[in-house]
């Protein structure tokens, strides 16, 4: 069966750094493009970054260009998240998903058909 599991999350300070893993199962991660969304309280779900099966395309929200990096490691099933000079407003549950459709927007939920149950990041000085 499908399975997404999200790790890394915590209470980080402002500034700070954090790495995020996505594990994958069910499925051969080769084959598919993955991308990470968050969702604050009160929010709706933002995409974050996306990141294609060959590693050859990465996307980023304007919101973290610069700061984050997503990467892949096939042979290991995993696609991770590399948050850098953290800020307040990046607090939220973070969610890794397999990505269906590519006739639109990454940034766009419906493109999904599978997610990860979230990992939660508080950053607070």
């Known amino acids: 069966q499908v399975q997404l599991v999200e790790s890394g999350g915590g209470l980080v300070q402002p500034g700070g750094s954090l790495r995020l893993s996505c594990a994958a199962s069910?499925?051969?991660?080769?084959?598919?493009?993955i991308g990470w969304f968050r969702q604050a309280p009160g929010k709706e779900r933002e995409g974050v970054s996306c990141?294609?099966?060959?590693?050859?395309?990465?996307y980023y929200a304007d919101s973290v260009k610069g700061r984050f990096t997503i990467s892949r490691d096939n042979a290991k099933n995993t696609v991770y998240l590399q948050m850098n000079a953290i800020k307040p407003e990046d607090t939220a549950v973070y969610y890794c998903a397999r990505r269906l459709s590519f006739g639109i927007s990454w940034l766009s939920l419906a493109g999904y058909d599978s997610w990860g149950q979230g990992t939660q990041v508080t950053v607070s000085s």
């Open positions: 069910g499925f051969n991660l080769d084959y598919y493009s």
């Open positions: 990141i294609s099966s060959s590693s050859d395309s990465t």
